[in-house]
Nanobody
Framework: QVELVESGGGLVQAGGSLRLSCAASGRTFDGYIMGWFRQTLGNDRESVASITWSGDRTYYGDSVKGRFTISVDNAKNTWYLQMNSLKPEDTGLYYC????????????????WGRGTHVTVSA
């Protein structure tokens, strides 16, 4: 059974940083892509960033480019989202997810999901 568990969320002031982690278990992820989505109040789940299991390709949503960095540690079956220069509009529930193949912005194409971790950025 595949399990994804997020950690690292919390409350931070605008301009601050947080690092989210997603620990995965239950299968090997060769050929998979690992991602982060977020859901903010009143909005659909939004793709934030993704990275191939090999780490050779990354994707970033326009709203986070230059501020967030995604990385993967194959040995630990874990991927990360380093979030810098946080803004109040980054507040939301952050999910990690995984799917086979290439990136998709559409959350319903992603097979495996964590339960989410809250990020709150105060002004």
């Amino acid at each position: 059974q595949v399990e994804l568990v997020e950690s690292g969320g919390g409350l931070v002031q605008a301009g601050g940083s947080l690092r989210l982690s997603c620990a995965a278990s239950g299968r090997t992820f060769d050929g998979y892509i690992m991602g982060w989505f977020r859901q903010t109040l009143g909005n659909d789940r939004e793709s934030v960033a993704s990275i191939t299991w090999s780490g050779d390709r990354t994707y970033y949503g326009d709203s986070v480019k230059g501020r967030f960095t995604i990385s993967v540690d194959n040995a630990k079956n874990t991927w990360y989202l380093q979030m810098n220069s946080l803004k109040p509009e980054d507040t939301g529930l952050y999910y990690c997810a995984s799917k086979q193949g290439s990136h998709s912005n559409e959350y319903y194409f992603w097979r495996y999901w964590g339960r989410g971790t809250h990020v709150t950025v105060s002004a």
